[in-house]
């Protein structure tokens, strides 16, 4: 079965019927409804070369990576499974650009004036990002995993001119930390990742407001931030921390892999993580480090990555599919999930 014999079938033009299995706006939905049933009935696979050629488009998504980030983080690994989850059901490609951190932005331009792509998922922004500043002033479709700091775009950037998916990172930690702040506990660290990125950024935002709303005040001595959120790190700040005088009751961090290092430094130094520390983990929904497995089951603020990675995708298809009209500004809500790792100050 070709695209020929599929239009002779539908009695429509090859290009009509091509643009209708792509989604073009310009095709009634009635049209494109009828078009996509037949191609069903008959088994039809548009060849991606030919379907290349009739619409200009190359059925595939962009994801530019620099090398020294690492590809195989789990992380990485868990929104890139959301990614291709999605993709698999819209018919896409991905490629992946490996680039270096140095010649990024000569890597965007490259792959946005040869049109290498269709469309751009932009990840792990900086509060002032050079990207989305380049992306925003081009035609390519793309979207953002995560926001930028520019208060002139408003609270959570709803003006912003480009469209994003973000977690609110300020919610997040803001709950977790008034959740220690109710139990008690004054002395509390936050354990963050390199503040340059708006995620980071926007976490210690949160847990600031906590305590300032609570009149405690801002210890420059109990909050760390580190470029590489490893269980290395986690460990030695967690060391660190530990021999303070006095010693902190709680602490708040950014990552799982962190916390796996708090978890060892803490038992390390012979205490006992929910009774002389409380310690709440952000959870990305990583499989193999499942939070209520832990002996005790940590304490979270949580939103899947994977998800994240999943709906993104969908949304820029939507964005290319639509010729970049399509606009999404999304805040995903994050979970606070009380378990044994936290528990009131003892007296």
Known sequence: MNLKALSEKLGLSQTTVSRALNGYPEVSQKTRERVQKVADEM??????????????????????????????????????????????????????????????????????????????????????????????GTKMPFIVHGRTCDKAWGENNQHAPFSFLDVDN????????????????????????????????????????????????????????RKEMTEINGYEVACEILQQQPRPTAIISSSMILTLGIRRAIRDHNLTIGKEVSVITYDDGLPYLESGKFNPALTTVYSSIRQAGYEITGYLHQIIQSGRKYEVRKMLDVDLIVRKSTSAVST
């Open 43 to 136: 088994n039809y696979r548009p060849n991606r070369f030919a379907t290349s050629l009739a619409t200009g488009k190359t059925g595939h998504v962009g994801l530019i990576y620099p090398v020294e980030h690492n590809l195989i983080t789990p992380l990485f690994n868990e929104f890139l499974g959301g990614i291709t989850q999605k993709l698999v059901e819209a018919g896409l490609d991905l490629s992946i650009v490996p680039t270096t951190s140095q010649n990024e932005m000569e890597t965007y331009r490259s792959v946005v004036e040869a049109g290498r792509v269709d469309g751009l998922i932009v990840s792990t922004p900086l509060c002032d990002d050079p990207r989305i500043n380049y992306l925003t």
């Open 170 to 225: 300020v919610g997040a930690f803001y709950k977790g930390t008034q959740l220690l702040i109710d139990m008690g506990h004054k002395n509390i660290v936050l354990m963050n990742g390199n503040q340059d990125f708006t995620f980071a950024f926007h976490r210690l935002q949160g847990y600031q407001q906590a305590l300032q709303q609570a009149g405690l005040p801002l210890r420059k001595e109990l909050m760390f931030s």
